[in-house]
């Protein structure tokens, strides 16, 4: 990717001349510019990077991922096992077997491209984990943080937990790169690293298209890469039921595309979650009630709100009948499912755009909301069904995600309820970030995040400005916003457009969620590292759309 700025200096030139220095000067200048590593463009931007001309070939004959001698974690640590091999396999993605590596060590010693030799090369990544913990999920209190040192031909990577460790091997597949002889290198290099947010998350929707298990696999790879740490998975919801409940069956097998092909079994399920595991990254699953559920009420009878037309029903049917104590009977039944099948501490329970003209046009529910007093307020009927919807999560022991709705119709719910903010523009959702954090509510952010929105040009930009914490609040305040989460929704996406539709696009939420925002405010140097990290994608098999007119030295070779 870094090309050779110093061919230029071959030219002969009068030695003692002014001209001649100038021109030994501006070549030196050159040289300088070529040997530099591609560390600025490590994506997402770490906190701390400091590097020098110094570099040391790496042989992928020789090299080796290591455990300390110290670590916590030893050879058998499935996470960091599977991350070696991986990682080697992507930081040596070039590699079909060479020559044997040739250095020279001499004091002094200059390679012919003028940079400066290392005193060897480097033959390993000892990486030492300060805490155990191998065979456990992330979560939203994990460590990240990580310090990762080049120096003297040694490569050294610290971190409190697997997770650090994790995001220290992205960082160190990002810095080596190849000359144009193909020889690897790496240069003198100090990181000191942590994420700016806990949950940098990215919503896939499975039910408005079906996504084959390989895409999913392939978008969670994608996001390892630009150290995201949540797949909000939003299962089902209206068009279908793809999720296979071995409790309900007929969820599925009359709520789903088609009940064999477009389905997630519990081997998929598991998969999934394993995978994502592998890479550090947490699965929260949404199941959005009680609007957005129409494919549920195919496969459980009695579910959802008869709709009447005049004194007759209508022959459809609305949200679920929050009336019935079968409906909490069943969502008992579920999410006691739901909650053992995935393992994260946060169940996503929806909550939004609940359609009142259904429930309006019911007598069995006017008679209801007279009863308990609701007047003609739905709101309170919304917040009924949301308390108790609640209630049978927390006594399962799992926290609640809810969209913002729930808060802004005075839902009562548990302190720890984490609201996701997800309309209106800037000035809209900047002051509902304000109104939830006074609250004393946990928030996340997507509503300038909706990636399935496409303009012409680089609408990369506009996600890449986005500030968290640019609303009024005091800074207790601020300390509530968890992070924010990109969402491809998918009335126009499936697995032909997924991946060149999200990256490198997704990657600009990516660094707001990790970086620090005063050392990445500069959409130039922004746009020459997204630029360089979109070729990265291409090596490593993801269709990331360009960003503009280029080229890569790696084109995209799958097609």
Known sequence: MLKNRAASCNAPVVSGSFLGDVLQLS???????????????????????????????????EFNFLYGKGSAVQPGCTILDTAFKRYFRITFSGY???????????????????????????????????????????????????????????????????????????????????????????????????????????LLDTSRHYLPVRSILETLDAMAYNKFNVFHWHIVDDPSFPYQSPTFPNL?????FHPQTHIYTMSDVKQVIEHARLWGIRVIPEFDTPGHTQSWGKGQPGLLTACYKGSVPSGTFGPVNPMLNTSYQFMSMLF?????????????????????ACWKSNPDIQQFMKKMGFGTDYRKLESFYIENLVKIVTALNKNSLVWQEVFDNAVKVPADTVVHVWKGNKEQYSQEMSSVTAGGFKVLLSAPWYLNVINYGQDWMEAYKVEPLGFN??????????????????????????TPRLWPRAGAVGERLWSDEAQTSNLDTAYDRLAEFRCRLLRRGIRAQPLFVGYCDHEYERI
């Open 27 to 61: 070549c030196a200048a050159l040289l300088l510019l070529a040997i530099v590593p591609p560390a600025q463009g490590v994506w997402p931007l770490p906190q701390s990077l400091s590097s020098s001309a110094e570099r040391y070939p790496l042989s992928p004959r």
């Open 252 to 256: 599925s097998s009359k709520g789903a």
């Open 473 to 498: 609040g005091t800074a207790e305040q601020k300390k509530l916003v968890m992070g924010g989460e990109a969402c491809m929704w998918g009335e126009y996406v499936d697995a032909t457009n997924l």
């Open 96 to 202: 079909s077997g060479g020559k044997p590596l040739t250095v020279n060590n001499k004091p002094g010693c200059v390679y012919p491209d003028g940079s400066l030799c290392g005193s060897a090369p480097l033959a390993a990544l000892v990486v030492n984990v300060h805490k155990g913990g191998c065979d456990g999920f992330p979560d939203l209190n994990s460590r990240e943080d990580y310090k990762l040192s080049i120096a003297d031909g040694l490569g050294s990577l610290s971190a409190v937990s697997v997770w650090g460790a994790l995001r220290g091997l992205e960082t160190f597949s990002q810095l080596v790169y190849q000359d144009q002889e193909g020889t690897y290198y790496i240069n003198k290099t100090d990181v000191v690293d942590f994420p700016r947010f806990p949950h940098r998350g990215l």
């Open 336 to 356: 006691n499912e739901i909650s053992s099948v995935f393992p994260d501490s946060y169940l996503h329970l929806g909550g939004d755009e609940v359609n009142f």
